[in-house]
């Protein structure tokens, strides 16, 4: 952050706290935040950044180890732990210069063999690391000196930067390593503004402000992460001033609390897509026009509205808008069910047989009404169909069967991509080479015309190239419709409007710790 | 009778062995993996054999069941798939939690379905009765996740007069335990109605009035003293159900207890922790029902058991 | 959720000799709590019966532009997420929860009642293995078993049905098998012993009208137990194949709407708890009509 930054940073909260303290009309109104008390769904597994997969529980490794690079709800990178990066011509080698000064909280300097020591258990096949395909292509990670590291990768991958991003790479403390083993999952210690002060398992995570912090200060002293899995129960509590936050309340009050004057609510797009999968390679929906004619036949705005209480926005390209190469697409798949007859008509679609639908129940907001609904509009047109629901471990067993034995047909899925780039968004879903069993491709789209558009977009280093690369790859999957496209969501979250400084993100996270509160 | 204690405490054995055969197998047959579970969404294949590996996963089933028992003998459960601890330790951080709820609620359950079951009983047919037996009925038929979401919306939300859910002091273990006591409490208030009119009907009592006894020692001392068995068998039986049904309460409340864990663990096919689980709860339903056994003596002095 | 527990030992004998029924029907009859059980149980079957001639519209027809709407003429009990009318769906619903309580009792009562006479009846080796089996189901938190079994059958009322069922069996064989205990050594069963009629016609003849009684109270008390574990399993989201709407289900998901749109949550937690009464009513009636011990 630039000193002029800085300075006009510190001018805008002043007039905050000036017009704060004129707003109460008494005293100095904004003071330093306590505690901060947040409900939250579910517990934490681990908090070893490199094993987690839960955007929540990252979020919280976020304020324990911090991130080598912190992209802003604009998509902006801002250096934290490293300070900046130089890409070679060549593209094959990623140096990173690292923040200098810096020391974990339990006084252990940060320096390159720390980083160094991270990178060789994320690559360490022998590791549990979930997320290790986001930053597969690094072969090796190389220390230059005491604050500066090179990633040698094993091909050119553009994405790269953004990447360091991700709560994937925080490094932990080596001393905590050697002393806790594995079992620093439990004992985590990181160079974050916060350290983990308490966690009673099920019930709350606590954590206080690092004095060492190398950044500034943050305001809250404590926050509490309070474990509270029934959303209702969480939006109470907020309303009865138990829980300062309510990290993701239900849709359906989300009308209710933004009238609400005790309460502030944001909802900000995020990557993750909601999809129904169209099987690309088998049954009724490997013909083109049968693909299209169901994306025309479900109102999409109106599940958006009445199911999701605007919680979500249709999807108007293959992406959430948030990200890097997304474009509104030129033809849009109004509601059209005239339309969507017309074209099964031309593909001599079947109307006696019964199309298989699945779904599963309770991984993403109302997903199985949602499925509902939409079975409900394909019959409207004529399409019978069977729908089954499945729990999540079940429903994604069933996704990994590769294409012989897959019995996928019509099935609703979501895909969150982690950092705000259309790549993790196409290529993830759309490139040949994820089709399960591989990855999770489950459409089992395969064009070679869009695999090489991807590839290219990998190696090209110009932006702007890169961004054309992207919306042609874009156009064509759009047209091809693997997927009825459903809906972006939104994230959800509602805090007590005395809040004032809380900032959100579209990758699901938000940061508290530099709000103010006012009494 | 110790001798007795001693071979109800040995017939324990065969019950967890058979329990956890049982469990082992049809856990086993749950669809979905584990690993895959773990691994998340975006994992390659790899990683999530590295973690089926990591698991024990990739071994035949009654390697894993001979593995298990072998440390089950050590009196070690294993650890959680899901969190890499020890699943001992998880459930020790929970189950205190579990068993505060269900003591409350079975002591609230007591304090009120006795003597509302004793006070019906004593002018059966009356309105007294009638409202005891009603408003029991009305326990005994509500669906326990409802009342527990009604009970937030009048008493947290609209009144603002309790904590909608969590933890913390005795003001947070109202509405749970009254959710939780309410059908325990009705069953208990049934119970004792039955119990107490059948032994009123019994000589034994008639003798008693015969002799001039005052009516409250007549019912006390005798009546319901005599009736006493089947209640505290039903207690000791709801204790059991208690300590496994708490899983819908916990989850409206946000109740950090056992219930909500094996819910979470089945969902994620942490299969260490819910064996561990259901072990544990297995076991504290048999000890229970053995201090049951162990009341009646104490209850009634003509049960002897040698 | 806590569930009713079938009373077990050591109660004594809640059966009489076999007796005139018509007796007994006229106790019954005169116990209004138990005839305002019956009704609610009659009004009940026959609205599943009746279904479709009873509901206002087709139960699985969403109509989105029109969802979560508060009762109305159009919508008597209003509309749910999906612009279904609530009412339509608690009429249809009633087939499918009488479906999965008969089925729970029907598998209950064909494999509990004949393994808990022959254990009664033999004792020995046979009664050990059968109630240390027994034993090992019971100890299994009731409602954890059912659902554990349903997420390895999958959703569906077949594996409802067969998951609450095999919860079920283990309260029946203690039950028949506490009531053969004590009349296994009544004189008539000695006398028919005597006179060398076999085993099979003892327990068909003699035995088992003499606990008929407990099966029968057990039995309406059990349905209502059924209908309560299907709306927890529903409730949990593990219960019956979406469009088909059972109580449970639609009670889970009107919490989502709890404080924009109670009456989701409201209307099925009412028709569950009104069945539930029914049988319980019902229950209680029959237990007090057709035990003598019990003095009014």
Redesign the interface.
């Known amino acids: 952050m630039s000193g002029g930054k800085y300075f006009k940073k510190l001018f805008v909260i002043g007039v905050a706290l000036m017009a704060a303290a004129m707003f109460l009309g008494a005293g100095p109104a904004l003071a330093e935040v306590k505690v901060l008390t947040i409900g939250i769904g ?1 517990d934490a ?2 908090l070893n950044p490199q094993e987690q ?1 839960t955007t929540l529980i990252q979020n919280m490794c976020d304020l324990i180890y911090d991130v080598p690079f912190y992209q802003d709800p604009e998509g902006k990178l801002h250096p934290r732990l490293a300070t900046k990066t130089e890409t070679s011509a060549d593209g094959l080698t990623v140096t990173v210069k690292l923040r200098e000064g810096v020391k974990f909280s339990d006084g252990t300097p940060f320096n390159a063999d720390a980083v160094k020591l991270t990178w060789d258990r994320i690559l360490d ?2 590791m ?7 930053v ?1 292509m690094v072969q090796e990670c190389v220390k230059v000196d005491d604050y500066t590291v090179q990633l040698k990768l094993k091909f050119p991958f553009a994405p790269l930067v953004p990447a360091l991003s991700m709560t994937l790479v925080s490094p932990i403390a080596p001393s905590a390593i050697e002393k806790y083993g ?2 620093v ?2 004992h985590p210690l990181g160079a974050g503004p916060y350290v983990l002060s308490e966690w ?4 709350r995570i606590v954590m206080t402000r690092n004095p060492d912090y190398w950044g500034e200060k943050p305001t809250v002293e404590k926050i509490v992460w ?5 959303a ?3 939006e ?2 907020l ?2 001033g ?1 829980i300062d936050v309510c990290y993701k309340p239900m849709p359906s009050s989300v009308a209710a609390l933004k009238a609400d004057q005790k309460v502030t609510v944001e909802m900000p797009l995020d990557t993750r897509t909601i999809f129904m999968g169209l099987n690309y390679q088998k049954g009724v929906t490997t013909d083109k026009l049968v693909r299209q004619a169901f994306n025309y036949a479900v109102d999409k705005k109106a599940i958006v509205k009445k199911i999701l209480f605007d919680t979500a926005e249709p999807m108007d390209g293959p992406v959430s808008p948030k990200v890097f190469g997304y474009a509104k697409m030129a033809n849009q798949y109004d509601y059209d069910p005239e339309k969507a007859k017309e074209l099964l008509k031309k593909a001599n679609f079947d109307f006696n047989q019964v199309v298989q639908m699945r779904t599963p129940n309770g991984r993403y907001l109302f997903d199985k009404q949602v499925s509902e609904a939409i079975q409900a509009y394909l019959q409207a047109i004529g399409v019978k169909t069977e729908l089954r629901t499945y ?7 069933g996704l ?1 069967k590769p294409i012989a034995e897959s019995e996928l047909e019509v099935f609703l899925l979501g ?1 969150g991509p982690l950092v705000l780039d259309a790549d993790m968004g196409l290529y ?1 879903q759309f490139h040949s080479s994820v089709n399960p ?4 491709g489950a459409a089992f789209y395969n064009n070679p015309e869009f695999d090489k558009l991807m590839e290219e977009s990998r190696q090209e280093q110009d932006p702007e190239k890169r961004k054309a690369l992207l919306l042609k790859a874009s156009e064509m999957v759009w047209d091809d419709c693997p997927w009825m496209w459903l809906h972006v969501e939104k994230f959800v979250i509602a805090y007590s409007s005395k809040i004032k400084g809380m900032v959100v993100t579209p990758t699901e996270k938000f940061f508290p710790q530099y709000i103010t509160k006012a009494k | 009778m110790l001798q007795y204690l001693f071979k109800r405490l040995l ?1 324990i054995i ?2 967890l062995i ?2 956890s055969l ?1 469990l082992f197998f ?2 086993r ?6 690993a ?12 999530i054999q ?2 089926r590996v ?1 698991l024990g996963l990739d071994k035949p089933v009654y390697v894993q069941y001979g593995k298990f028992v072998i440390n089950l003998l050590k009196l070690d459960l294993g650890r959680s798939a ?4 020890p699943v001992i330790q ?1 459930i020790w ?2 189950l205190p ?1 579990t068993i505060t709820l269900s003591v409350v609620a079975i002591v609230l359950a007591c304090l009120l379905g006795i003597p509302a079951g004793v006070v019906s009983a004593i002018r ?2 009356t309105w007294v009765d009638y409202l005891v ?2 408003t029991a ?2 326990g ?7 009342l527990g ?2 009970l ?2 009048v008493f ?2 609209m009144l ?1 007069w309790l ?5 913390g002091g005795i003001t947070y273990l109202i509405l749970p335990s009254i959710t ?1 006591a309410a ?2 409490t009705a ?1 208990i208030a ?2 004792t109605r ?2 107490m ?2 032994s ?2 019994q000589d034994f009592v008639t003798t008693a009035r015969a002799k001039g006894l005052r009516e409250n020692v007549v019912i006390i001392r005798h009546a319901l003293k005599n009736a006493l ?2 209640i505290i ?2 207690i000791g ?2 204790f ?6 708490a ?2 309460t916990e ?4 109740w ?2 056992m219930g ?5 663990s ?4 942490d299969y260490p922790m ?1 064996q561990g689980s ?1 072990l544990i ?2 076991l504290l ?2 000890l229970i029902n053995i201090l049951v056994d162990l009341l ?1 003596a104490f209850v009634d002095p003509r049960i002897r058991y040698d | ?5 079938f ?5 004594p004998s809640l059966t009489p000799p076999a007796g005139p029924w018509r007796r007994r029907w006229s106790a019954l009859k005169r116990n209004k ?1 138990a005839m305002l059980g019956a009704i609610l149980i009659l009004v009940y079957v026959l609205t599943a019966a009746f279904a479709p001639l009873l509901s206002p519209g087709d139960p699985a027809a969403p109509d989105l532009m029109n969802s979560l709407e508060g009762p109305s003429a159009k919508h008597l009990l209003g509309t749910d997420q999906l612009g279904r009318s609530i009412l339509a769906r608690i009429i249809h619903g009633s087939q499918v929860s009488l479906l999965i309580a008969v089925g729970v009792i029907a598998v209950g009562l064909f494999i509990g009642v004949p393994v808990g006479l022959i254990s009664g009846y033999y004792g020995g080796a046979v009664d050990f293995i059968i109630q ?2 027994t ?2 189901f ?7 078993l059912a ?3 349903v ?2 059958l ?1 959703v569906g009322v077949t594996n409802v049905v067969i998951s609450i069922g095999i919860y079920m069996i283990p309260l029946y064989i203690r039950l028949v098998r506490a009531q053969v205990l004590t009349v296994r050594g009544e004189i008539y069963v000695e006398a028919a012993k005597a006179v060398g009629t076999n085993d099979i016609k003892i327990l068909y003849k003699h035995i088992l009208p003499n606990v008929m009684v407990p099966i029968i109270v057990q039995t309406s008390l059990g349905m ?1 137990m059924a209908i ?1 574990f299907a ?2 399993l529903g ?2 989201g593990v219960g019956v194949q979406p469009p088909q709407p059972e109580w ?1 289900t639609m ?1 889970g998901a009107g ?1 989502s709407y ?2 924009n749109a ?1 009456h989701v ?1 409201t209307f099925p ?1 009412i028709a ?3 069945v ?2 029914g049988f ?2 019902l229950g ?1 009636g029959l ?1 007090d009509a057709l035990d003598p ?4």
């Open positions: 579910t597994d681990t997969t096949p022998k549990r690391v979930p997320l290790r395909f986001a597969a594995e079992d999952r439990q009673v398992k099920g019930d309070k474990i509270v899995p029934e209702a129960t969480r109470a509590m309303r009865t138990q729990d999540w471990p079940t429903y994604v067993a990994l895909w993830g069993p591989k990855g999770l | 017939s065969p019950v058979g329990m049982l049809m856990l047959s749950l669809p979905g993996d584990p895959q579970v773990l691994a998340g969404q975006m994992a390659s294949q790899e990683d590295l973690i990591q899901r969190t890499q601890n998880e951080a929970r939690n059966p047919y037996t009603s009925l009305f005994v038929s509500m669906p326990v996740f409802w979401l009604m937030v919306v947290s939300v603002g904590p909608a859910g969590g933890t939780l059908f325990v069953f049934r119970m039955a119990s009119l059948e009123l009907g068995i089947p068998t039903v039986l709801q059991g159900n208690l300590l496994g049904g899983i819908l989850t409206v409340f946000a950090p207890g909500r864990l094996i819910v979470d089945i969902l994620a096919r819910i259901i709860f297995g339903y048999v009646y | 959720m806590t569930e009713p527990t009373t077990q030992t050591p109660q709590a240390r089996i034993d090992m019971l100890a299994f938190p009731g409602f954890l659902l554990a079994l997420a390895i999958g209502g309560l709306a927890g409730f949990l449970g009670l919490r709890i404080f109670p949550a937690g569950i708890f009104l539930v009464l319980n009513l209680d237990r011990r019990v003095k009014v």
